[in-house]
């Protein structure tokens, strides 16, 4: 069986040379309920990635970082043997780069190397499909392109509050922990009772300069003239 329609639809990248693997692997993926853009070669899979490709023949020019799709590609497949560059080439591209490199890549040929099918998985390919790929072959990957579905937590964000004054000021509060506000309640108590505890002993100190037996004895030190 195929994955439910209900689930999340993923986005793959198929890159085959050939128009009858390429529709082959289209049609499978559809019956998964996946969309599928399909390339005929590496350096056209890469421009449809936006990543920057330096190409020595003047009639493939540099891609741009203007041209990059604005797209989430949650799986991209390709052919190993391809004209120009290989589907080896393409996965070490895509692993070399920061904003691609989790993005699973899955690598199927119609030959049986083992030496080629070792270096892709130990390039960073999930998989290695000989042709025919089947349906079952597609269902494998599921687990993969869930991977590019999970987010990360959220961190905590502070409170951006605007005021009213014309909205030129921005007070920034931040959430405090419940344990933290018991420790400012308490640190505040603390603070509370030595203010009042310094308070008393300056209302002390100053009954104790106005009372009746400190005056007597500073007048009863003046001599009389």
């Known amino acids: 069986m195929g994955m439910a329609a209900a689930d999340l639809q993923f ?12 529709k082959l692997i289209e049609r499978l993926f559809r019956i998964s309920s996946c ?25 493939h020019p540099c891609v741009s970082p203007s041209n990059q799709q604005e ?11 391809m004209p120009g560059m290989t589907g080896y080439d393409l996965l070490k591209k895509i692993k070399e780069s920061a904003s691609l490199r989790n993005i699973p890549v899955v690598i199927m040929s119609s030959e049986n190397v083992p030496s080629r099918i070792s270096r892709c998985l130990e390039e960073g390919a999930e998989e290695f499909f000989l042709k025919p790929v089947r349906l079952s072959d597609v269902n494998k990957l599921r687990p993969h392109m869930m991977k590019t579905k999970c987010k990360s937590p ?12 014309n909205q030129e000021s921005i007070d920034i509060t931040y959430v405090v922990p419940p344990e933290e506000n018991q420790e400012s309640d308490n640190t505040l108590q603390q603070q509370k009772s030595q203010d009042n505890s310094n308070n008393n002993n300056k209302r002390k100190a100053i009954e104790e300069n106005l ?3 400190r005056t007597r004895q ?6 009389t003239v």
């Open 218 to 223: 500073r007048l009863s030190s003046l001599t």
């Open 11 to 22: 986005h793959v990248l198929a890159v085959d040379d050939s128009l009858i693997d390429r």
């Open 154 to 165: 959220k961190q905590q964000q502070p409170e951006i509050i605007v005021t009213q004054d």
């Open 71 to 81: 797209v989430e590609i949650n799986l991209i497949i390709t052919d190993y043997c």
């Open 35 to 59: 969309q599928v853009t399909t390339v005929d070669s590496g350096s056209k899979a890469l421009e449809f990635l936006g990543l920057q490709e330096e190409h020595d023949n003047l009639n």
């Open 211 to 213: 009372s009746p037996d």
